[in-house]
């Protein structure tokens, strides 16, 4: 049987392909979770900078969603980061300005550490 001249290229190609897919995605995986150091408000993901709960304030507003079953946030300017971990220390520090040290991937920080922020 006779190889047709197409073959090679074709496997090269191949190859190629499959090796650019493998540094790209060593390259993203590198790329996760980069240790940030935060500072913002404490508030949660569906309120954001603006809580919904006009009689409430910013921290009975974001302790209440929590216990409705949204995560605690941090709104750093116009950016809000979804907040996972430190659930206790959050709760005492709702509606309050935080400093978050942890792992950031796109909007989630996966906490090390948080504290009150300084003035």
């Known amino acids: 049987m006779k190889r047709s001249s197409i073959t090679r290229p074709v496997t090269i190609a191949i190859v190629t392909i499959l090796l650019a897919i493998t540094v790209l995605a060593q390259s993203q995986a590198g790329n996760a979770g980069q240790e ?10 569906m309120c954001g900078a603006t809580h919904m709960l ?57 906490i090390e550490s948080v504290t009150a922020a300084k003035s």
């Not at 940030?36 to 993901?45: A, F, P």
Request: hydrophobic share 30%; charged share 30%; with cysteine.
């Open 36 to 45: 940030k150091t935060l500072t913002g408000v404490v508030s949660d993901n």
């Open 54 to 110: 006009r009689d409430k304030t910013a921290a009975e507003c974001t302790r209440l969603c929590d216990k409705q079953g949204q995560k605690y946030a941090l709104v750093v300017g116009q950016k809000v980061y979804t907040l996972e971990g430190h659930q206790a220390e959050l709760d005492k520090l709702a509606g309050a300005r935080a400093t978050v040290k942890g792992k950031v991937s796109g909007d989630t920080v996966t």
